[in-house]
């Protein structure tokens, strides 16, 4: 990890003081494809594993780098059947809207970094086999959404980007074993039960530009 991060500061660095023309975008498009790892209350750490988190959102970017977008989001955690005290099998949908507001720069032509926060509003679903033997499947819940992310950003094309992001997520409800259909905690405890369910993000992107400037810096 500390040598991942002196790599990332010297190619920043590198990036920084090159001399080439600097793009400046205006309208994108962006899909960003992510594996959602989860970093919440104890049961929900054991028993759920992140299989992918899908965003996809249009941004303006302004010429003093400020940028707002909006978009949608889904996300989809599977039960680890190996880890529940008893057997269930389904998964957690969620699917969210939100408006994004962050800071994006390209540093020289190839390189570029974008800052953001998304907030909005999620409906998650439990869908399992045991909610469905009870006549309550999915389970539903309501909830704010808020995550916030970085990206590391390389030109492909004049007009297209891929990057790299990393983030973290909340969704604001908290977690408990009977909203997949157990009967009981399994045996941790209730108290914990309300901290707000959160995730940590590491995926791909790609971004299409409708419009950009070009100078020198």
């Known amino acids: 990890m500390i040598r991942f991060t002196i790599i990332l500061l010297f190619f920043f660095g590198v990036t920084l003081n090159a001399s080439a023309q600097v793009i400046t975008p205006k309208y994108t498009y962006n899909v960003e494809l992510c594996l959602p790892v989860a970093m919440s ?3 929900f750490n054991d028993f759920m594993q992140g299989l992918v988190g899908v965003s996809t959102y249009a941004q303006y970017s302004f010429p003093f780098h400020l940028n707002v ?3 949608v989001r889904y ?3 599977t039960i680890n059947e190996f880890s529940v005290p008893s057997p269930v099998f389904g998964g957690v949908h969620s699917g969210s809207v939100f408006g994004k507001v962050g800071w994006d720069k390209f540093h020289n032509e190839r390189f570029a970094t974008d800052f953001g926060v998304k907030v909005g509003y999620s409906q998650t679903f439990f869908d399992t086999d045991l909610n469905k033997k009870a006549g309550a499947n999915p389970v539903q819940i309501g909830s704010s959404f808020a995550e ?3 990206a590391f950003i390389l030109t492909a094309a004049e007009n297209s980007s891929y990057r790299w992001v990393i983030g973290y ?3 604001g409800y908290g977690f408990r074993p009977q909203q997949i ?3 009981t905690n399994g045996g941790y405890d209730p108290s914990k ?3 707000i369910t959160s995730y940590l993000v590491v995926g791909f992107g790609y971004t299409y530009y409708f419009g950009t400037n070009r100078g020198g810096e």
Request: proline share 5%; hydrophobic share 30%; aromatic share 20%.
């Open 169 to 171: 997520g909340f969704q």
């Open 181 to 183: 259909g157990l009967s």
């Open 75 to 77: 996300s989809y955690f």
């Open 193 to 195: 039960f309300n901290r």
């Open 69 to 71: 977008g909006a978009g």
């Open 148 to 150: 916030a992310t970085t």
């Open 41 to 43: 209350n104890k049961p």
